[in-house]
């Protein structure tokens, strides 16, 4: 409901409108989106190999809360492979879950639900990710599974029978887990069976995909390879080494992906007259970062440092081949410090620089909150055991319950992109705040995507290119080690403790339909 002001002309009215009400540009990707393994379930179904989270989940059996306030199914027995359903067995007071991704939200078997939902939510682009060991699942194209090759055709070609553009990731880090028997992401050999994939993605279904993103997240398929938390669950050991390594690889991988797209498929498939432009993309996870004390300078050059280890070691080898300084200044000062001998980070050669520099013809990017950071103290800096943390120097302070931080980060994290990759044209891919369960919080969630898309807008108005937005999520997921009940993203709900899964529209629902189809947004929206 738009609530407007008293005024006494039509002109007047007319003004008023003019200056308060953000309207998108007509051509703007405006959507939501999901990832594979949060959403498909079907995790052996029709011979799709095993990922590094169905291993990581199968062996761990992690163990999340479940709110008592969840509506609970009743005790069943625990197969060898929990499905996230059965809940309480070791004690019936408190809730809880062995979680994984077996079902998730069963897409794989409800995409004409899934579709249905999204033509009435009224996006103009879906944003998902193919499951390599789907398609693959022996990780190379010798062997192709053609259920699981269908089961994306269909979907591609049920988007475009609506009108809704499929913006694709090709890895959104469920890794064929045979993969990292062979060292998955910190084996430079990685990129050969990652060029491999996206050859075949290209072939299967470029002709119908416009908008690619390589890797989701990076950053965190990197941070998996000395960490215990995200799969595949390689340990400590190798913090500060095998990351790098992976960081490394990453980049590569993503490098060789785009220049085979451009000199093998591009022409062919930019000359369906259907398809206005194809463009390819890495997509990063960004944060915003203010000073814990604005008045201290060693807190705002915290902040240029948290830029330049989070996002500029992705960002400035795709400019100039290079790493940021301050990072190879920090691993230096660590290694002398910790007595290490061995070579923790590599430059890019020559030849990789050049497949490196402007890999990239847009740039997809993830954005959710802000941190408050200040150096490390000497004490800080002698207790830290992660190398990684100690090359990074900075402690960081969650800071998501400052809304007003959160929208301005949106512009700054903008603004850092644009300086520091020359105007790129971007693409927010993900941006969205979780919901507590059994708890109407539709307004803090209005508020929220109103501030982001204010911001959005304002960026727009200052010639920043933004072609398009997607909110995350399409629907409640899997939410990795965080399991299904304590942060819920969606648009739509999902009834996890319902073995069919049912998905229902939240409170929010009105507020982004009326967002999508008008791709606008009043002052005042009211949901009711």
């Avoid at 052996?44 to 163990?63: C, G, L, M, R, Y």
Wanted: charged residues 25%; aromatic residues 14%.
């Amino acid at each position: 409901m738009l609530i407007l002001p008293k005024v006494k002309t039509l002109y007047n009215l007319k003004k008023w409108l003019l200056n308060n009400v953000i309207q998108l540009p007509e051509d703007f990707l405006i959507g939501v989106g999901s990832g594979a393994y949060q959403v498909e379930g079907a995790w052996d179904a029709d011979e799709k190999a095993p990922s590094i989270w169905d291993n990581f989940f199968h062996t761990k059996k992690i163990v999340v809360s479940n709110p008592a306030a969840v509506k609970l199914s009743p005790k069943k027995k625990c197969s060898n492979f929990h499905r996230g359903t059965d809940v309480h067995t070791q004690d019936p007071t408190r809730g809880f879950s062995l979680v994984n991704g077996d079902i998730a939200c069963d897409s794989y078997n409800k995409l004409d639900e899934d579709i249905d939902n999204l033509v009435e939510l009224g996006v103009n682009t879906y944003r998902f990710s193919i499951s390599w060991p789907r398609v693959l699942p022996n990780a190379d194209d010798r062997k192709v599974n053609e259920a699981g090759v269908n089961y994306y055709e269909t979907l591609i070609e049920k988007l475009h029978e609506n009108n809704i553009t499929p913006v694709v990731t090709m890895y959104h880090w469920d890794l064929p887990n045979i993969l990292q028997d062979l060292g998955g992401w910190s084996n430079p050999n990685i990129i050969e069976y990652f060029v491999n994939y996206a050859s075949f993605l290209f072939r299967t279904f470029g002709s119908k995909v416009k908008l690619w993103s390589t890797i989701n997240e990076p950053r965190f398929v990197a941070l998996a390879y000395g960490n215990e938390n995200i799969a595949p669950s390689i340990g400590e050991l190798f913090n500060g080494i095998a990351d790098y390594m992976a960081i490394r690889n990453v980049l590569l991988a993503h490098a060789a992906v785009y220049k085979l797209y451009k000199n093998k498929y591009f022409a062919e498939q930019q000359g369906k007259k259907k398809y206005l432009f194809r463009e390819i993309s890495l997509c990063l996870d960004t944060t915003a970062n203010f000073p814990e004390n604005p008045d201290l300078k060693e807190d705002c050059d915290a902040v240029s440092k948290s830029f330049d280890c989070s996002l500029g070691i992705f960002t400035q080898p795709l400019k100039n081949g290079t790493f940021p300084q301050s990072l190879i200044d920090a691993i230096a000062k660590t290694d002398k410090y910790e007595n290490i001998s061995i070579r923790r980070i590599l430059e890019f050669t020559e030849k990789e620089k050049e497949d490196l520099i402007g890999s990239y013809d847009f740039i997809a990017f993830n954005y959710y909150d802000s941190f408050k950071v200040r150096p490390m103290t000497e004490t800080e800096y002698e207790n830290e055991t992660y190398l990684l943390n100690k090359d990074l120097g900075l402690v960081s302070t969650p800071n998501s319950e400052n809304l007003n931080d959160t929208f301005r980060g949106f512009t700054q994290v903008v603004d850092w992109l644009v300086e520091n990759l020359d105007n790129p044209k971007l693409f927010v891919s993900e941006n969205g705040i979780f919901e507590k369960p059994n708890v109407d919080q539709s307004d803090l969630k209005i508020k929220y995507h109103r501030g982001i898309l204010t911001e959005l807008d304002k960026a727009l108005k200052k010639g920043v290119v933004i072609k398009g937005y997607c909110v995350w999520s399409f629907m409640d997921s899997l939410e990795w080690i965080s399991g299904y009940f304590t942060k819920l993203f969606g648009i739509y709900s999902v009834d996890f403790n319902d073995p069919n899964r049912p998905r229902s529209k939240k409170p929010s629902f009105k507020f982004f339909q009326t967002l999508f189809k008008t791709k606008s947004l009043p002052p005042i929206e009211s949901n009711k």
